[in-house]
């Protein structure tokens, strides 16, 4: 079964304090593993897809890195309007279509 | 480029009670997948549907049920509803292909059950 794990659950940055966000995964091949972003009230936005292990993507401040078990979220010099909560999901190999497996989320919270 | 459209956006019902939810995909999009969003489980998938044929389901039970119309958008049936099924329904739409491309979330319907 595929299971995506990420920490912390929370966090709590100052106005430029760099962090990285972490997404475990455990999958049976992976195909592609995708980052969110979600707003209160809103649904995900899509920020990143990721396919290798040594894959890099940037935008903006963000920049997503995997390995063959684990994702990266890294938030250079944040700035309060990064503040969303964070879901990193996982699309298996074998799976037939679409569907994705989520993490819980880590909700962050940047302070100006 | 219109996103993906959810209606309606707030759902209050009771108990026993069945449910439709709507959702357009984006224009060309054919995939159409729904998960259920709640605070203790975070999104879970419920089923997706490619070319009017469900593709995929995930673990929920047969009151959960859907379809897709020719022009590709879907709905979402709950039949017999339960408190527990509470929660923001949330669509995602895709291309349909098979080489981890993204989905593409609307803004879900909030369904309160009293």
């Known amino acids: 079964e595929d299971q995506v794990t990420q920490s912390p659950e929370a966090l709590r940055l100052q106005e430029g304090e760099s962090s990285s966000l972490n997404c475990s995964y455990t999958v049976s091949g992976l195909r592609g593993l995708f980052w969110y972003r979600q707003d209160p009230g809103k649904g995900p936005e899509f920020l990143f897809t990721?396919?290798?292990a040594g894959e890099e993507k940037e935008k903006e401040r963000l920049k997503a890195t995997l390995t063959k078990k684990e994702s990266f979220l890294h938030i250079t010099a944040p700035k309060p309007e990064d503040s969303a909560t964070y879901l990193c999901a996982v699309q298996a190999q074998e799976t037939s279509g679409s569907r994705l497996t989520f993490g819980e989320g880590t909700q962050l919270t940047v302070n100006p | 480029k219109a996103g993906v459209t959810q209606t309606p956006r707030y759902l209050i019902k009771t108990r026993g009670q069945q449910v439709t939810l709507s959702c357009s995909p984006i224009s060309g999009h054919r995939s159409v997948s729904w998960y259920q969003q709640t605070p203790g489980q975070g999104l879970q998938f419920l089923f997706e549907?490619?070319?009017?044929?469900?593709?995929n389901k995930g673990n929920f039970p047969g009151r959960f049920s859907g379809r897709q119309f020719s022009n590709s958008r879907s709905e979402m049936n709950v039949s017999t509803l339960e408190l527990g099924d509470s929660a923001l329904y949330l669509c995602?739409?895709?291309?349909?292909?098979?080489?981890?491309?993204?989905?593409?979330f609307g803004d879900g319907t909030r369904l309160s059950i009293l």
């Open positions: 990721l396919y290798s």
């Open positions: 549907y490619f070319s009017e044929t469900q593709r």
């Open positions: 995602a739409s895709s291309l349909g292909g098979t080489q981890g491309e993204p989905q593409h």
